[in-house]
């Protein structure tokens, strides 16, 4: 393995974990704290949120590992060979349908539908609080879970690959 890819890896784990720390402070008290609004400070709050991730540095590590996923898929599908092979392109994989898919097929068009609501109407409060929080957060749950996932069999695959050299 070149070191070039040796440092990839070692940036992914941590990139992969630090996406997984995020979503699981959102799964864990930031949805439930905005649930405990009462449902307009929630919409609100929420809707200013995913308005902001676009500018900082969780978007730029958020899509920039979905690039690097493939990378990292593809050395372990045809850089490498057996298990190591194998777990290294799942890592890569996992966090492509996993982490990035859902979001792009789950949770951001939820985040659409929120963001062309009026926070004032009891339709948008009912939206946000029946349908919003609860499946927003389960599959936020799942891409929490995934970025873990990630990050772990990352981690195996290269101490496996450093303790077969």
Known sequence: ????????????????????????????????????????????????????????????????????????????????????????????LVYLIGCFGVTVFFNVPMNEALAGMEMSLDTTRDYWLQTYIPRWTFWNSVRTFASAVSAAQLLFGLLWMTQSC
């Open 1 to 92: 393995m070149s070191t070039a890819f040796f440092f990839l890896m070692q940036f992914a784990i941590i990139a992969y974990a630090l996406v997984g720390g995020v979503f699981l402070a959102f799964s864990d008290f930031i949805m439930r704290s905005l649930a405990l609004t009462g449902g307009h400070g929630g919409v609100e709050a929420m809707q200013v949120i995913n308005r902001e991730v676009f500018r900082w540095v969780f978007m730029a590590l958020f899509l920039g590992m979905a690039a690097v996923s493939v990378i990292v898929a593809g050395y372990g599908a045809f850089g490498l060979s057996g298990p190591v092979g194998t777990l290294i392109m799942m890592a890569g």
